[in-house]
C-alpha cells in the first residue's frame, strides 16, 4: 500500500517494507534481508493483476491508497542473489520505501514470533493460507485481500466500516474483501520481514532458500497449496 501524494499518485507506488532498525530487538529466529523493488519502479508491475486505487481511513485520517499484491525482490546474503517475491503489506499506516538503494529488514520465519504481530498472528496466518492463491487471480481480489490484511492485522474486529482500519470506498472491493473476512482455514503459518519506520511484509519463504529460477505467480500458488511440502522444508507447524 502507498499512500498516493501527489509526486507518486502517477506511479501507483506501494509501501510495504520498513527499514530495520537494529533498535528494534529481533527474534532470535531472524535474519537479516534485503528489499527491493526489481520491476522498474512500480512495485504493482509483474503481479500478475495490477492494482485498485482506493481510500481508506487509518485513525481517523482519509488517505488515497493504491492496494494489490506487490512484487518486490528479496536477499538474504547481501545482494549476491536476489529472490522474486509476491506480498501485502500489514501496516495501513506506513510507507514501502523500495526505490533505489535496497532497504534492510529482518526476516522472521513466524509471524507469531513477532511482538508486533503475536496477538493477531493465527487470525493473520490462516486468512493468508485461505485466500493468498485466489487474491492473485484478479485486481479487485488482490485488494480486497489487501484491505482484509490491513483490517486484522490493524484493527481489533472484522467490520471494514468503523474502528481504526476503515474502508471508505464502497463497491466490488468493499464486497470481496468483507468476503475474505468470512471463513478460514483452521491452522497455518506464515513468516515476515520487519522494518521499523516502513511497511512489514508477509513471506511465504521465510528460510529464504534460492530456487534455481525466478518464482512466479503459478509456483507461489503451488507453495501455498503445498502445505505439507512446506513443513517439510523446515518451517514451523500451526503459528496461531
Known amino acids: 500500500m502507498v499512500e498516493l501524494s501527489p ?61 494489490g499484491p506487490f512484487a518486490l525482490q528479496y536477499s538474504t546474503n547481501g545482494g549476491s542473489s536476489w529472490l522474486d517475491l509476491l506480498t501485502y503489506c500489514l501496516e495501513p499506516d506506513e510507507t514501502l520505501n523500495v526505490g533505489g538503494t535496497p532497504t534492510a529488514g529482518n526476516m522472521v520465519a513466524s509471524v507469531s514470533a513477532t511482538p508486533e504481530y503475536a496477538a493477531k498472528a493465527g487470525d493473520i496466518a490462516r486468512l493468508y493460507r485461505t485466500y493468498f492463491a485466489d487474491s492473485l487471480t484478479t485486481a479487485t481480489k488482490g485488494a480486497a485481500f489487501q484491505v482484509a490484511m490491513w483490517e486484522v492485522a490493524y484493527d481489533t474486529g472484522k467490520n471494514l466500516a468503523a474502528g481504526a482500519f476503515r474502508l471508505v470506498t464502497t463497491g466490488a472491493v468493499a464486497t470481496q474483501a468483507a468476503a475474505y473476512l468470512g471463513g478460514w482455514m483452521p491452522s497455518g503459518d506464515v513468516g515476515v520481514i520487519l522494518r521499523v519506520g516502513n511497511q512489514d511484509l508477509l513471506v511465504d519463504n521465510p528460510g529464504g532458500v534460492p530456487v534455481p529460477e525466478p518464482v512466479s505467480l503459478a509456483l507461489f500458488g503451488l507453495g501455498l497449496a503445498g502445505l505439507g511440502l512446506a513443513r517439510a522444508r523446515g518451517r514451523r507447524p500451526n503459528a496461531a
Request: charged share 10%; glycine share 14%; aromatic share 4%.
Open 7 to 67: 509526486a507518486l499518485r502517477s506511479l501507483a507506488i506501494v509501501a510495504v517494507f520498513g527499514v530495520a532498525a537494529l533498535a528494534a530487538a529481533p527474534d532470535a529466529s531472524a535474519s537479516p534481508v534485503l528489499v527491493r523493488d526489481g520491476n522498474g519502479g512500480n512495485v504493482f508491475n509483474g503481479n500478475g493483476v495490477g492494482s485498485v486505487n482506493l481510500t481508506i481511513n487509518v485513525a481517523g485520517a482519509n488517505k488515497g491508497v493504491a492496494a
